[in-house]
């Protein structure tokens, strides 16, 4: 019940294009659900994050779209740019806990 | 911007041996975690540390873990006896609040490997 499935494992996109990763989790009790970039030799950074009571979030480029009633949200990287090339993980908290339950990532390539 | 320094980059030890991985936070946060990541999976929490105390540790922090701030700038993480399957990146992590409030700070990670 404390898992977090992502998809898809990896993921091309065309410089310019959409990308869109998906997450869905069980725990009801989960109420923040960050994203996180990761680039290869470094540790996870925030990238943006999500409240339930809300169904969209946009910063920039990224959006992440949340569906409470069937507990999924996404993340869209819209205008992708090769630099936007890295592993990105969705994860899951609930008030008053400090445990960040993360997806198993998504490799995301940006071809030119 | 300030950030989270881990040492060594690399960790190389036998199976059986004790390692120490060294992390120096961000000064003036007050929350500090360790996460893992066993190549090409998710991320794992492990523990967490506030008020030099563990504030929440997963069922992976079992006793041959343990984490202490020996003084005002550095974290660390001991594997009392390692085993070949502790082989993974270790992230360290710090936050000014808990992690419901304010985004965590990972390190770039130290990769142990067991031999």
């Known amino acids: 019940q404390q898992q977090v499935k992502q998809s898809p494992q990896s993921l091309i996109v065309q410089k310019g294009g959409i990308s869109i990763i998906n997450c869905a989790y069980e725990?009801?009790?989960?109420?923040?659900f960050p994203w996180y970039q990761q680039f290869p030799g470094k540790g996870p950074a925030l990238l943006i994050a999500i409240r339930p009571d809300v169904s969209e979030k946009k910063e920039g480029r990224f959006t992440i779209s949340f569906n409470k009633s069937a507990k999924q949200f996404s993340l869209h990287i819209m205008d992708s740019q090769p630099g936007d090339s890295a592993t990105y993980f969705c994860?899951?908290?609930?008030?008053?806990?400090?445990?960040?339950?993360f997806g198993t990532g998504t490799r995301l390539t940006i071809i030119p | 911007e300030p950030e989270v320094t881990q040492t060594p980059s690399h960790q190389v030890t036998q199976m059986g041996q004790e390692v120490i991985l060294r992390c120096v936070p961000i000064s003036n946060h007050l929350y500090f975690y360790w996460y893992r990541q066993i190549l090409g999976q998710k991320v794992e929490f492990l523990v967490s540390?506030?008020?030099?105390?563990?504030?929440?540790k997963s069922e992976i922090f079992d006793d041959q873990f343990s984490v202490e701030r020996p003084d005002g700038s550095n974290f660390t993480l001991k594997i009392r006896s390692t085993k070949l399957e502790d082989s993974a990146m270790y992230f360290c992590?710090?936050?000014?609040?808990?992690?419901?409030?304010?985004?965590?700070?990972f390190g770039n990670g130290t990769r142990l490997t067991v031999t």
């Open positions: 994860a899951a908290l609930n008030f008053g806990n400090e445990k960040l339950t």
């Open positions: 540390f506030y008020n030099n105390e563990i504030s929440e």
């Open positions: 725990n009801t009790a989960f109420d923040y």
């Open positions: 992590a710090s936050s000014g609040g808990s992690s419901y409030n304010s985004p965590l700070h």
